[in-house]
């Protein structure tokens, strides 16, 4: 089959410096056509080409194409009493293609599923990270092979959520807990396995999820992964911000507990030594270790009052990204029993009180509907991104 190769799927251009060649076109087409499939359902050629605003014309020919591919499948002819001649209905074989997804996020095992192009899981494994460094690649490589050889229908591509800093190619420029250093892990695990194979930062993967599986807006979404670290992935204005060295987001290592210039950080106690090296961050109030020593003997109200200490710092960090990028929705993804509740009240409170009206009254500061799935769910939207153009 055809599909797009491009991995700019992700992203809006401004200031785009080469034209737009008749394939280019063709290929975002091609992929507003299958947006429309996969977000609506089964739909007449005319109702594409009314929502996409292109030609009958083009919009027949593209979609001849799909269906020559094996994506989309004529429905027949749709039954409901409407004035005109009854239109012929397509839709998306969504059980005809499989996805295979792997978070690596956890430090203690892989974890991976085969999915439909619905997000649907239809296997579920998981396995020991191995080594690290090239021996943590291999066992990867193994544990995907496994999975795609679990699959019963063709395997669209491989979706990987990683730690670290990922460029938008698939290279691991860092992860200091896997030992990788300038990794081409999308090449290198494509090559092993002859599929194609996308690899993005795993907070990124849990935005893409969240975007396209969990109800979150495009407009200005912010994912914060709280886990053994600490991550976040923002999508702005519909495309996900990679950052000038492919870092956007990693908020996890800002400083908030300073001694030497406590801005009522007291309640939190000295400043801890983190797995960066320096001392004091984010993540070493806020990840789920930190946060469970921290309430460790408290009773009710003691523990309440601790992890709205840490919520009210995470506002203060929040208040000026907020600010800044005018999100819309902010999500957390983690144990609902540590952040969902005097934790996250408190972060909306100190955000709210340190922003304009027009900044935070209707932001929303929500845990995410996705839950353990989350990052699996962002793993596989990689795949469809990067091989259909769908988010
Ligand atoms: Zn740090």
Not at 221 to 246: F, N, P, S
């Amino acid at each position: 089959m055809t599909t797009a190769t491009t991995r700019q799927g992700w992203g809006t251009t401004l200031r785009p410096r080469a034209k737009v060649l008749p394939e280019h076109a063709r290929a975002h087409h091609r992929s507003m056509v299958l947006q429309q499939l996969f977000h609506e359902g089964p739909v007449s050629r005319a109702d594409l080409a009314r929502a996409t605003g292109l030609t009958r014309v083009t919009v027949s020919d593209l979609v001849s194409s799909l269906v020559a591919d094996g994506l989309v499948a004529e429905l027949g002819v749709r039954t409901e009493g409407r004035v005109g001649k009854p239109a012929n209905l397509v839709g998306l074989r969504t059980d005809a293609f499989r996805i295979v997804a792997v978070d690596l996020a956890d430090d203690e095992r892989m974890h991976g599923a085969v999915l439909d192009l619905a997000g649907q899981v239809v296997e579920r494994r998981s396995a020991p990270h191995g080594s690290t460094g090239q021996a943590g690649v291999d066992a990867l490589v193994a544990f995907c092979r496994s999975l795609v050889e679990a699959a019963t229908e063709p395997v669209l591509g491989v979706g990987i959520g990683s730690p670290g800093v990922v460029d938008g190619g698939g290279r691991v420029a860092q992860a200091p807990n896997r030992g990788w250093y300038d990794v081409p892990l999308a090449d290198v695990v494509g090559a092993a396995l002859g599929v194609p194979v996308h690899v993005a930062n795993d907070a990124n993967t849990a935005v893409l999820g969240e975007l396209t599986f969990g109800g979150g807006e495009g407009s200005g979404l912010m994912v914060l992964t709280v886990g053994e670290g600490v991550g976040a992935g923002i999508v702005l204005d519909g495309a996900l911000v990679q950052g000038h060295r492919d870092a956007a987001g990693e908020i996890g290592h800002v400083t908030v507990v300073d001694e030497r210039d406590d801005h009522g950080t007291a309640p939190l106690g000295r400043a801890l030594p983190c797995a960066c090296g320096r001392t004091g961050c984010l993540e070493t109030v806020l990840s789920v270790p930190a946060l469970r020593r921290r309430v460790a003997g408290l009773d009710r109200a003691g523990a309440d009052a601790a992890l709205a200490a840490v919520g009210r710092r995470l506002g203060i960090v929040l208040a000026p990204v907020v600010s800044a990028l005018n999100l819309s929705e902010v999500v957390l993804s983690g144990p609902a029993e540590l952040l969902d509740g005097p934790l996250r009240d408190a972060a909306l409170a100190a955000v709210r009180e340190r922003t304009m009206p027009v900044i935070s009254d209707d932001l929303s500061l929500r845990m995410t509907s996705l839950g353990e799935e989350g990052a699996l769910a962002g793993a596989a939207v990689l795949v469809l991104s990067g091989q259909l153009g769908v988010t």
